[in-house]
Antibody, heavy 124, light 107 residues
Framework: EVQLLQSGGDLVQPGGSLRLSCAAS????????MGWVRQVPGKGLEWVSG????????YFSDSVKGRFTISRDNYNYMVYLQMNSLRAEDTAIYYC?????????????????WGQGTTVTVSS | EIVLTQSPGTLSLSPGERATLSCRAS???????LAWYQQKPGQAPRLLIY???SRATGIPDRFSGSGSGTDFSLTISRLEPEDFAVYYC????????FGQGTKVEMK
């Protein structure tokens, strides 16, 4: 079965750190870029970060740049989001996503697999 | 950063009616970079359309996408009860942004 299984959400104090994990299964992991999208309950979606299939390229939204890092383990089909210097505005449901982009055809195939979501609450 | 503005914010329609959702970009977006998602309460979003007009696996043909440049749209030809949800457009170019969403609610 194709799935992304997330873990790691928690309540953390402002300024604290947290690591989210995402375990992929059922597809050829290295063929896919991976990323994180977050959503404040009742609000819209915000793209947070992405990493290419070979882990050579990473991308971050301006709102998290310099505070969050993304990494992947292509042997164990895992992707991680390390969140440091957390702020109240980082409070959200975080979704792990997989997506494909073909550089040869300059074509984006969309975020076709989503994890179940994990809640991060930043509060004192 | 490319800003995507979706309209209307809410669309009130009855089953069987046609829904047309708009997504307007602040700058040109490559057609190959534009996707649409559906989200139901308590669920993760689901990919509907990629490359402006290609349906994702398992998506019924009542869903169609079109557009170019700065104006894109998602059309649901005949609303089924399960189509009432929130819909988001997203672009893969600058900053990979999402629109703010359009809620399709039952009249």
């Amino acid at each position: 079965e194709v799935q992304l299984l997330q873990s790691g959400g928690d309540l953390v104090q402002p300024g604290g750190s947290l690591r989210l994990s995402c375990a992929a299964s059922g597809f050829t992991f290295t063929n896919y870029a991976m990323g994180w999208v977050r959503q404040v309950p009742g609000k819209g979606l915000e793209w947070v970060s992405g990493i290419s299939g070979d882990a050579k390229n990473t991308y971050f939204s301006d709102s998290v740049k310099g505070r969050f890092t993304i990494s992947r383990d292509n042997y164990n089909y895992m992707v991680y989001l390390q969140m440091n210097s957390l702020r109240a505005e980082d409070t959200a449901i975080y979704y792990c996503v997989s997506y494909r982009y073909s550089s040869s055809s300059d074509f984006y195939y969309g975020m076709d697999i989503w994890g179940q979501g994990t809640t991060v609450t930043v509060s004192s | 950063e490319i800003v995507l503005t979706q309209s209307p914010g809410t669309l009130s329609l009855s089953p069987g009616e046609r829904a047309t959702l708009s997504c307007r970009a602040s700058q040109n977006v490559r057609s190959s970079y534009l996707a649409w998602y559906q989200q139901k309460p308590g669920q993760a979003p689901r990919l509907l359309i990629y490359g402006t007009s290609s349906r994702a696996t398992g998506i019924p043909d009542r869903f169609s996408g079109s557009g170019s440049g700065t104006d894109f749209s998602l059309t649901i030809s005949r609303l089924e009860p399960e189509d009432f949800a929130v819909y988001y457009c997203q672009q893969y170019g600058s900053s990979r942004t999402f629109g703010q969403g359009t809620k399709v609610e039952m009249k």
